[in-house]
């Protein structure tokens, strides 16, 4: 399989249908006994492609309890794995590129190495592929959904589950669906000079349908680039690389220009700067506060994202001995981190608060954690430039888990006390907004001084003025409320 510009070899593997679950429920599990402040947080994904069970509307199901009850104990419609399953699964007999996704939950595992092995099989035995499931790439005590991928010639084909020594392992099923790659841009959003050059990545039989710039449709611009040899096209059997310099594209573009790029079934977009964020902090405070929010996701979203919102309304005016420098980050994985990242060494903050768009609460934020992963939707989701990541540690030199640094007891104390209702909140997901509070947290500890941490603020479509106030004040209070403690 080829790869071109951009792309890493999880992505290309990665990027399967976005598909949602039975039991879809945002990006956490939660203790007993307590709610998911985070719950929906990936709710815009939702897009109707799925069935009443939560599958693929064209996918194969084949149920645990009916494949591998002499593997373990069953429990209601789970089977609890204590011996390797081997069995026939249905939806094999499709010729093409297929995944496989088995949806587990680890309950037990030792403390580093191996959990479990999901392989599938031919008629024979013979291995067709394989993936790992180690404790690097956990996110325990979650269902997940482990995909695992081939090229179908169309015969019938076997599912092979081996838990690792001392691992326990709940298996509910797996379901059988033809892998869909979709668009990417590269190299994503970012600092972009007129020489450089942008590259689009689809399908071999797909094609751009509308390319957006700032809004207006620049189409006619790009198909005439096209035909002129301007855009040069790459083929190969299964991908199409298109490259184009961003002068021809976009040669009277803005200081800040948001491109989108269409295909029939796709969108992607990304952010072309002439230069980095400028250390413009308002105000006249004693204390150095840098604020992200976020652009909309997913890149075709229909409303703005509140993290964006709420940054972008912020009342200077209400700040207490505090001087703010507001950056609106793009959702992709890779560059939002680097944006803020080059923010905080440039620009030297004190404190660092990033907010981004949540589930159905306020959420402070208490751990980032060194992974990148959506398994709580079959085969993932992307970010807003097409890019995928599945069970992929952000760094792999960083630690495992970075505490946040705000005083989190401060600032709820002061929501509290302005008619919010905060909850504390373990787990931020594994998208963008973990990948973002990561690297605050880590750019603040290089730098050698100051706080950062995150916070989720409640996921909504409706921006009247009485809204855009609201979560305005949010972002004032945890400043104040930081600043002061």
Not at 338 to 359: K, M, N, W, Y
Not at 374 to 402: K, M, Y
């Amino acid at each position: 399989m080829p790869h071109f510009a951009g792309w890493t070899t999880a992505a290309v593997a990665a990027l399967v249908a976005v598909v949602v679950t039975a039991i879809f429920t945002g990006c956490a599990a939660s203790p007993a006994g307590t709610t998911d402040p985070n719950t929906g947080l990936l709710r815009d994904f939702l897009d109707g492609k799925y069935d009443g069970a939560g599958h693929p509307i064209n996918a194969r199901v084949s149920e645990a309890e009916a494949i591998c009850a002499n593997a373990g104990t069953s429990n209601d419609t789970t089977v609890s794995l204590t011996t390797t399953c081997t069995a026939k699964i249905a939806g094999g007999e499709q010729s093409g590129d297929l995944v496989a996704s088995a949806r587990l939950a680890v309950r037990a595992h030792a403390s580093s190495g191996d959990i479990a092995t999901v392989e599938i099989l031919d008629a024979n035995g013979a291995k067709l592929a394989s993936k790992k499931l180690t404790v690097a790439r956990l996110r325990a005590g979650e269902w997940i959904d482990w995909p695992v991928s081939w090229s179908s010639t169309g015969a019938a084909v076997q599912l092979r589950i081996t838990p690792a020594a001392h691992a326990r392992i709940d298996f509910d099923y797996v379901e059988v669906f033809p892998q869909r790659f979709g668009l990417v841009l590269a190299p994503g959003s970012g600092v972009a000079a007129d020489s450089d050059h942008l590259t689009f990545e689809l399908p071999a039989n797909k094609k751009v349908t509308q390319v957006e710039l700032d809004g207006a449709d620049i189409t006619s611009t790009y198909n005439a680039l096209l035909e002129a040899g301007t855009a040069t096209v790459t083929t190969t059997s299964f991908r199409k690389l298109i490259d184009v310099a961003v002068s021809d594209l976009a040669p009277a573009r803005g200081d800040i220009a948001e491109l989108k790029i269409h295909t029939a079934t796709e969108t992607a977009r990304m952010q072309l700067r002439k230069s980095a964020p400028a250390c413009a902090y308002e105000g006249t405070g004693a204390t150095k506060v840098v604020v992200t929010g976020f652009q909309p996701f997913p890149a075709d979203g229909w409303h703005d994202n509140v993290s964006g919102v709420a940054v972008s309304n912020l009342d200077i005016s209400q700040l207490h001995d505090a001087q703010v420098l507001r950056v609106i980050l793009p959702v992709e994985y890779d560059r939002a981190a680097t944006e803020i990242t080059d923010v905080i060494a440039r620009c030297h903050p004190d404190l660092v608060i990033s907010f981004g768009q949540g589930g159905d609460a306020i959420a402070l934020e208490h751990t980032a954690y060194n992974l990148q992963d959506t398994g709580e939707v079959a085969g993932g989701v992307p970010d807003n430039r097409g890019i995928v990541r599945a069970a992929q540690a952000i760094d792999p030199t960083a630690p495992a888990e970075r505490p946040t640094l705000l005083p989190l007891d401060a600032i709820n104390a002061a929501l509290v006390s302005a008619g919010e209702a905060p909850q504390d909140s373990t787990d931020p997901g594994r998208y963008i907004c973990n990948n973002v509070m990561f690297a605050d947290l880590g750019a603040i500890a290089a730098q050698g001084h100051g706080r950062a941490g995150f916070i989720h603020l409640p996921y909504t479509t409706e921006f009247d003025a009485a809204t855009k106030a609201r979560f305005a004040n949010v972002v004032a209070t945890a400043i104040n409320a930081s600043v002061a403690n």
